[in-house]
């Protein structure tokens, strides 16, 4: 296994949206299947990335408490 990934088996996608243009949106995976996804655009992707980070810590977190 290589460290390219940290949170194996999670992933976190930053992506723009096609509605609105010029926005952002997060989706989390876990081993390729949807998990989660950001039920907003952001208006940039920093923003996006930072919400998306916070979600996957939750989700790493309750993975861990079952």
């Not at 723009?16 to 952002?24: A, F, M």
């Not at 997060?26 to 923003?47: C, F, M, Q, T, V």
């Amino acid at each position: 296994m290589s460290n390219d990934n940290p949170n194996y088996p999670y992933t976190l996608e930053i992506a723009p949206c096609v509605k609105p243009s010029g926005h952002y949106g997060w989706a989390i995976r876990r081993h390729g299947k949807l998990l989660e996804r950001s039920d907003r655009p952001y208006h940039s992707e920093n923003s996006a990335r930072e919400r998306g980070e916070a979600a996957l810590e939750r989700q790493i977190r309750a993975s861990r408490d079952r």
